[in-house]
């Protein structure tokens, strides 16, 4: 039931922020232990975890992009959104917003998973 869409624009200048944002439907973003995360691909490339906010604000960032990333929300809108500052070519990638699910098991192992996907936005840095 829950669908996501990504939106912002597909052309970004180097050095400048690239923006994006995911627009919830169908479920809310602070529904009890959601999770809602940034994924992107670049091409001939697999995915990157970019970062993640939960359902009470909080916020994770791979360590890689963590200067850079900012992820925000507005809850009276239903959407989170992605900063990224400082862009260069590297950044050209598919983005893709994703609900997420965190994983702790009695035996001590830890995993993450994944829920309903947006389409994915390509967003090239070119001047």
């Known amino acids: 039931q829950v669908q996501l869409q990504e939106s912002g624009p597909g052309l970004v200048k180097p050095s400048q922020t690239l923006s994006l944002t995911c627009t919830v439907s169908?479920?809310?973003?602070?529904?009890?232990?959601?999770?809602w995360t940034w994924i992107r691909q670049p091409p001939g490339k697999g995915l990157e975890w970019m970062g993640v906010i939960a359902y009470d604000g909080s916020t994770c960032y791979t360590p890689s992009l963590k200067s850079r990333t900012s992820i925000s929300r507005d809850t009276s809108k239903n959407q989170f959104s992605l900063q990224l500052s400082s862009v260069t070519p590297e950044d050209t990638a598919v983005y893709y917003c994703?609900?997420?699910?965190?994983?702790?098991?009695?035996?001590?192992?830890?995993?993450?998973?994944?829920?309903?996907w947006g389409q994915g936005t390509q967003v090239t840095v070119s001047s």
């Open positions: 169908g479920g809310s973003i602070t529904t009890s232990y959601s999770r």
């Open positions: 994703a609900r997420g699910f965190y994983h702790s098991v009695n035996s001590g192992s830890r995993y993450y998973s994944f829920g309903s």
